[in-house]
């Protein structure tokens, strides 16, 4: 068994595992936990037998499934698609210690809750691994069946609409990719007289397609990551599944399933169809620059904390595909590098903020003020994670949003300029939310009654209200500080030294730009 069949499998025995469990929740949680720790150590063993400069595709196998259609169960990873099963592997534990403690709703246990969780990840693995078209389309639709249960079972009180808008929206963006998919399996027998779901067989047939051909298939390829990521106005099933979710859902949400999108576009829109990816890419980057702009204006505009985060996230995308389709090594290396950065810094933002909400019991923003004098600690893991998500040099996200705007400016610089508007209103939300929770009195009547909370403790001389209510907020505890602390690591150490990352995602970034046939701007010789 190879390296990534492991990573596939140990989720999904780790499920079965604990859905099979009947003891108390507490062996649930221990038995998931070690699954997820086991994960990492094989994705860690994976990267550590990566070759960056090896084949394209490596840790690869396959097995025939429906051989009269030329479908394999074929795997394998290139750069890309192993840093992004290395944070899934990363966060995952993560996410799992943070649900820990979490109040689910009544007659769900967190056996049930972690085994959903575990299938997602094994699932979205096998997404990023796939290397045959079809099983790619197959497992793109049933990652969504685990994420509509934990969404529609242990969400808000919204839960089910939420977790409906989700399931329909990429479903049917799927639905269309296949449209594609067959497409691309028509005219490999049109032209071979065989078909096939090959990826690599795909690129280099369809990559002689006359552009009218490459046309429609790109689009239903577009169309479903652009669901998927999302780009406006594709948008607006992530604000309502981030704000129904649980906490731990929506780190795996925007943190890891989102980035299928993006991860779509690299390995199948660009190289599948590289001459429709460059004629359609200014109607991409229209749509990348006003992800950038409305995800931003949204995010300083809202009253919630959960659709603040889903906003913040949609601008983000927005830099990513501004990346990705410029078509440039450097702003697609940034492109590529962004996506694991923003799983880092937004992924810790959303766990901070469900901290926050365990505290006060409220989503709203106005119910807030003053935690940092009681929570410093929480105060400042929220700065930090604050000031990685609005890119501060120094930090993860700095490295990837310089590479895209550096790279970017030579080929796209209209869409690069008011992309920068971006950052400028990045630092505006994020200082914002940190002072209206943080900084000023102590106040809202969600802080007044934080002895509710899990780390609260009630003082009848603390905190006095109007009507009796008393409450000091409890500061983090070593659970929690050990489901930030790692990640606090990578803001910092990323944000220092990025090459291990650079240096895996550079030759698949390179690989890509030469299937979509285009070469980097070449720099003006200066005059004597």
């Known amino acids: 068994m190879t390296l990534l069949l492991a990573l596939i499998l140990v989720p999904l025995v780790g499920a079965v595992v604990v859905g099979l469990l009947r003891g108390t929740d507490r062996a649930a949680k221990l038995t998931a936990l070690a699954f997820s720790l086991a994960e990492l150590v094989i994705a860690a063993a994976a990267w550590g037998g990566y070759d960056p400069a090896g084949p394209r595709m490596q840790l690869t196998s396959s097995v025939e499934w429906i051989p009269a259609f030329g479908i394999e169960l074929s795997f394998g990873v290139d750069g890309i698609a192993l840093v992004m099963i290395a944070v899934i592997a990363l966060l995952m534990p993560l996410v799992l210690g943070f649900s820990w403690g979490e109040r689910l709703p009544r007659g769900r246990t967190h056996g049930g809750f972690f085994s959903l969780l575990l299938v997602e990840q094994a699932l979205t693995v096998a997404v990023f691994a796939a290397t045959d078209v079809f099983v790619f389309y197959v497992l793109f639709e049933i990652m969504l069946i685990p994420m509509y249960f934990l969404i529609g079972g242990y969400g808000g009180p919204r839960r089910r609409y939420a977790a409906v808008k989700f399931f329909l929206y990429s479903f049917l963006g799927g639905l269309i990719m296949l449209a594609s998919a067959l497409g691309?399996?028509?005219?490999?027998?049109?032209?071979?007289?065989?078909?096939?779901?090959?990826?690599?067989?795909?690129?280099?047939?369809?990559?002689?397609?006359?552009?009218?051909?490459?046309?429609?298939?790109?689009?239903?390829?577009?169309?479903?990551?652009?669901?998927?990521?999302?780009?406006?106005?594709?948008?607006?099933?992530?604000?309502?599944?981030?704000?129904?979710?649980?906490?731990?859902?929506?780190?795996?949400?925007?943190?890891?399933?989102?980035?299928?999108?993006?991860?779509?576009?690299?390995?199948?829109?660009?190289?599948?169809?590289?001459?429709?990816?460059?004629?359609?890419?200014?109607?991409?980057?229209?749509?990348?620059?006003?992800?950038?702009?409305?995800?931003?204006?949204?995010?300083?505009?809202?009253?919630?904390?959960?659709?603040?985060?889903?906003?913040?996230?949609?601008?983000?995308?927005?830099?990513?595909?501004?990346?990705?389709?410029?078509?440039?090594?450097?702003?697609?290396?940034?492109?590529?590098?962004?996506?694991?950065?923003?799983?880092?810094?937004?992924?810790?933002?959303?766990?901070?903020?469900?901290?926050?909400?365990?505290?006060?019991?409220?989503?709203?923003?106005?119910?807030?003020?003053?935690?940092?004098?009681?929570?410093?600690?929480?105060?400042?893991?929220?700065?930090?994670?604050?000031?990685?998500?609005?890119?501060?040099?120094?930090?993860?996200?700095?490295?990837?949003?310089?590479?895209?705007?550096?790279?970017?400016?030579?080929?796209?610089?209209?869409?690069?300029?008011?992309?920068?508007?971006?950052?400028?209103?990045?630092?505006?939300?994020?200082?914002?939310?940190?002072?209206?929770?943080?900084?000023?009195?102590?106040?809202?009547d969600a802080l007044v009654g934080a002895a509710k909370g899990p780390g609260a403790t009630a003082d009848p001389n603390t905190l006095s209200r109007p009507g009796g209510r008393h409450a000091v907020i409890g500061d983090l505890g070593p659970r929690e500080l050990g489901v930030l602390a790692p990640l606090v690591v990578l803001v910092i150490g990323l944000g220092i030294y990025p090459e291990p990352m650079l240096d895996v995602i550079t030759p698949s970034v390179e690989a890509t730009m030469s299937e979509v046939g285009v070469t980097d701007p070449v720099a003006p010789q200066g005059g004597n």
């Open 184 to 444: 691309a399996y028509a005219y490999a027998v049109e032209v071979t007289g065989q078909g096939t779901f090959d990826w690599a067989t795909l690129t280099r047939v369809l990559g002689q397609a006359p552009t009218s051909v490459q046309v429609w298939i790109f689009l239903g390829f577009f169309l479903a990551f652009a669901i998927k990521a999302p780009l406006v106005p594709f948008h607006t099933w992530l604000p309502d599944a981030t704000e129904q979710a649980p906490i731990g859902v929506v780190v795996i949400v925007v943190g890891v399933l989102d980035k299928v999108g993006t991860f779509g576009f690299l390995r199948y829109s660009l190289p599948l169809t590289p001459e429709a990816s460059q004629l359609l890419a200014p109607l991409v980057l229209v749509l990348a620059v006003i992800g950038v702009l409305y995800g931003s204006l949204q995010a300083y505009g809202q009253t919630d904390l959960k659709r603040f985060l889903a906003y913040v996230s949609i601008a983000h995308f927005g830099f990513m595909a501004l990346g990705i389709f410029a078509f440039s090594t450097q702003a697609m290396v940034g492109a590529a590098s962004y996506m694991v950065n923003h799983s880092i810094a937004t992924g810790m933002l959303v766990l901070v903020v469900g901290l926050i909400i365990a505290r006060g019991g409220s989503t709203r923003i106005a119910d807030y003020g003053g935690m940092s004098g009681v929570t410093p600690l929480l105060g400042g893991m929220l700065l930090v994670a604050g000031l990685s998500t609005l890119s501060l040099p120094g930090t993860n996200s700095f490295v990837s949003e310089f590479l895209v705007l550096i790279g970017s400016f030579p080929t796209r610089p209209v869409y690069t300029i008011l992309a920068t508007v971006g950052m400028i209103l990045a630092a505006v939300y994020v200082l914002w939310l940190y002072q209206r929770v943080m900084q000023g009195p102590v106040s809202g």
